[in-house]
């Protein structure tokens, strides 16, 4: 894995799967990186991540070259900030409603005037062992911003959204859209509709396109949708889910007499 690749794979339309990580324990991003999935994201807006077990988690993936990307608590210049200089390959926001929201994300994201404070002493710069001009143009080829689409603001908005520069690709939220609606199925038709006008506007302006699957088998009917780039479930949902499966496999069997 190469972390310098997944953006432009993520951009151009490839099949990409992820998963979230919602354990703050750098030996499952070890494990993770030998799964075959295409990157990681560190879940710190719904899972207790503080910048210590953040900081360990990216330094792993880091030295092992496996893009990791993180779901920051809130859409704060802080928080992006904090993500980007220990290491994270890019950021997703959540809560992006308006094209004002996403503007202040892709500046604060990014190096310039009113952006990413620049620090050449941190991990994902070297520790100060390369030229700024050198780590400015990493920045440019390597650093992924993605804005969440949760709520219904969000999806009236989503043309302005997609069209804002420095914005890579659009995460479709269902559960949150879902509860804003009403509604209690992510797969409801006005969840599925709001999905479609976020895929329109996407492929309108050429960004990527991805959002929360539950497990693989629901890939094929995303990707009607436009998704190409899937987080599936978690680690947590595949610790469960295999454990499950042992339990059932044993419990099934008939005592000897």
């Known amino acids: 894995?190469?972390?310098?690749?997944?953006?432009?794979?993520?951009?151009r339309g490839d099949i990409l799967a992820g998963t979230f990580m919602k354990t703050p324990a750098y030996e499952l991003v070890e494990i993770l990186a030998m799964?075959?999935?295409?990157?990681?994201?560190?879940?710190?807006?719904?899972a207790p991540f503080d910048r210590g077990r953040l900081d360990a988690c990216m330094a792993v993936a880091r030295a092992l070259k496996f893009p990791i990307l993180?779901?920051?608590?809130?859409?704060?210049?802080?928080?992006?900030?904090?993500?980007?200089?220990?290491g994270a390959t890019g950021v997703v926001v959540p809560h992006v409603a308006t094209p004002e929201k996403a503007a202040d994300v892709a500046?604060?994201?990014?190096?310039?005037?009113?952006?990413?404070?620049?620090?050449?002493?941190?991990?994902?710069?070297?520790?100060?062992?390369?030229?700024?001009?050198?780590?400015?143009?990493q920045s440019e080829e390597e650093t992924i911003v993605i804005a969440q689409i949760e709520e219904p603001e969000g999806v009236n908005a989503v043309d302005a959204i997609a069209a804002t520069k420095g914005?890579?690709?659009l995460f479709v939220g269902p559960a949150d859209l879902a509860v804003c609606y009403g509604l209690t199925d992510m797969a409801a038709p006005e969840?599925?509709?709001?999905?479609k006008t976020v895929g329109v506007a996407t492929k309108k302006h050429g960004k990527a396109y991805m959002t929360f699957a539950p497990n693989s088998e629901s890939g094929p009917d995303l990707n009607k949708l436009g998704i190409t780039t899937f987080f599936v479930a978690s680690e947590q949902s595949y610790m469960l889910a295999g454990a499950k499966q042992v339990a059932a496999g044993l419990h099934s069997m008939k005592p000897k007499d």
């Open 1 to 11: 894995m190469l972390t310098d690749n997944l953006r432009a794979r993520m951009v």
């Open 35 to 46: 799964s075959g999935l295409d990157f990681v994201c560190l879940d710190a807006e719904h």
């Open 70 to 86: 993180v779901r920051v608590p809130d859409g704060s210049q802080a928080e992006i900030l904090k993500a980007l200089d220990s």
């Open 107 to 137: 500046r604060w994201s990014r190096f310039g005037h009113g952006g990413r404070g620049y620090a050449g002493s941190h991990r994902w710069a070297g520790y100060a062992t390369r030229k700024m001009a050198d780590v400015l143009a």
């Open 167 to 169: 914005i890579d690709g």
């Open 191 to 195: 969840v599925r509709d709001a999905m």
